[in-house]
């Protein structure tokens, strides 16, 4: 059996909780999240191991104004939505999304296969995300937390 620092991910609890707010939340009922950095007790970053079933997408599109975000693609062959368009990847493949750029971004699984991804994102503090395909905006708050705000600056 292993011992920390060291474990298996297999072993850390898989979730497909989010914080969205209706109507959005049911769109990531398909994706499943195993928070291994925080397992590892990391701090100044995120480490997820993502899994999409067949259906399903990472996340609403995306970008993070002050948050570089990683992604790698492990197991199967995900279609990556940005601003440029759709693009398939294959295992091993990679795609970084700089901070500040507006590049919005998400995975979708149009296959009939799970999806598995690697996903890193640094820690930023004052991290606004902007959803642009959808009414939503995720901005921080004076008191340190983060709050959902319809486009239009309206509290969900």
């Not at 990391?42 to 999409?52: C, D, E, F, P």
Request: negative net charge; proline residues 8%; contains cysteine.
């Amino acid at each position: 059996m292993l011992k920390m620092p060291a474990f298996d991910p297999a072993d850390v609890k898989e979730s497909n909780a989010t914080t969205y707010p209706p109507p959005y939340h049911t769109d990531n009922t398909n994706r499943y999240n195993r928070r291994i950095g925080d397992h590892a007790g990391l701090t100044h970053y995120g480490v997820v191991l993502t899994r999409i079933v067949p259906g399903g997408q990472s996340s609403h599109r995306h970008a993070h104004t002050t948050q570089d975000e990683f992604v790698h693609v492990l197991e199967g062959e995900p279609t990556l939505e940005t601003n440029g368009g759709a693009q398939q990847l294959k295992p091993g493949m990679c795609a970084g999304f700089p901070a500040g750029t507006g590049d919005a971004h998400r995975f979708l699984n149009r296959t009939d296969k799970d999806v598995l991804l690697l996903v890193v994102g640094d820690r930023s503090p004052n991290d606004d995300v902007r959803y642009p395909d959808v009414d939503m905006h995720l901005a921080w708050q004076p008191d340190g937390s983060r709050r959902f705000f319809h486009t239009t600056g309206t509290p969900y």
